[in-house]
């Protein structure tokens, strides 16, 4: 009796796997990818850092997610979740594919996770001239795709217009600053606190999350006394200025024609003024002795720790 014995065998490709690198933002979340194709069952996956230490999931740190195999496509993903990333130091980490059955299966590829910091800092400014903020980024392996929205939650259009100028900035040795410059007249006609958002894309890795970063810009409105005085010869003349729009104390000084500081004196009698929090304003007034000066122009300096204006 014979025996026909037939044998049928099966030639799989080599497995592929391939990783997706992410640029994120410091103190976020972000996932990271890695797909294995040619495959023909699910395959056991395993996560290493940059120092080729075990990653595992401790939901706190890290959250693994093996993934399953894709009949349709032949594929595999798997993700590694790294939670609030505090590093500020590219990491790169690596996936490997090990299958219990098919050597050919097995496989590895890196991913890198470019980590980068955003700063939007609150602001207060006068509304008496233009002003500008500046979204500043550091960490960036390229030049980062920035936006900004104003209070209403609107684009603002890149390049010059009515109201606003943006400049994007560029890259240069992992830093950026993108920044928006307002024109004094939309200044003065913002709320006295508005809300400003400058949103950063990776400019080299397409999968990246944006982060969304915002800032309350603080409208100031400085006014000086609107109108000249006119006083008779040898009395006293007060003047005044008021600085309204603030929410703290402002340092007032005041010079005279010749840009010379004036201080308290037989002169000169200076009221700083305190601020005044249910107004949310301020009023420093200058006395100008009997018979001090003939017609003179007298000047009110208003400085906070980010602004001076007369």
Do not use: R
């Not at 990776?202 to 609107?226: I, K, Q, R």
């Amino acid at each position: 009796v014979a025996i026909l014995i037939l044998l049928h065998l099966i030639s799989v490709a080599d497995a592929t796997v391939t990783g997706t690198s992410k640029e994120v933002e410091q103190g976020t979340d972000v996932t990271l990818s890695c797909v294995v194709d040619n495959i023909t069952q699910t395959e056991t996956v395993s996560w290493t850092d940059s120092s080729s230490a075990a990653v595992t999931s401790d939901t706190t740190n890290y959250v693994i997610d093996d993934g399953t195999f894709n009949e349709t496509t032949g594929e595999q993903t798997t993700t590694l979740t790294v939670k609030a990333v505090a590093n500020t130091e590219d990491t790169t980490y690596t996936c490997v594919i090990t299958s219990s059955t098919d050597a050919s299966a097995d496989g590895s590829a890196d991913v890198t996770l470019n980590v980068f910091t955003v700063t939007l800092d609150d602001k207060s400014v006068v509304t008496a001239s233009d002003q500008t903020i500046t979204c500043a980024m550091t960490g960036l392996s390229a030049t980062a795709n920035v936006s900004w929205t104003d209070p209403d939650g609107a684009a603002i259009a890149d390049g010059a217009g009515a109201d606003y100028t943006v400049d994007q900035g560029t890259e240069s040795g992992g830093e950026q600053d993108s920044t928006l410059t307002i024109t004094s007249t939309k200044l003065q006609a913002l709320d006295t606190t508005s809300i400003f958002t400058c949103e950063v894309t990776s400019g080299e890795y397409t999968d990246s999350d944006a982060a969304s970063n915002t800032m309350t810009l603080t409208t100031l409105v400085f006014n000086p006394d609107p109108k000249d005085k006119e006083v008779e010869e040898d009395t006293t003349a007060v003047i005044s200025c008021v600085v309204s729009g603030i929410t703290e104390a402002v340092t007032v000084s005041w010079t005279d024609s010749s840009d010379v500081a004036l201080t308290d004196g037989s002169d000169y009698t200076i009221t700083d003024g305190t601020y005044d929090g249910s107004s949310n304003s301020q009023t420093t007034t200058l006395s100008v002795t009997a018979g001090v000066a003939t017609d003179s122009t007298f000047s009110c300096l208003g400085t906070s720790s980010e602004w001076t204006i007369t």
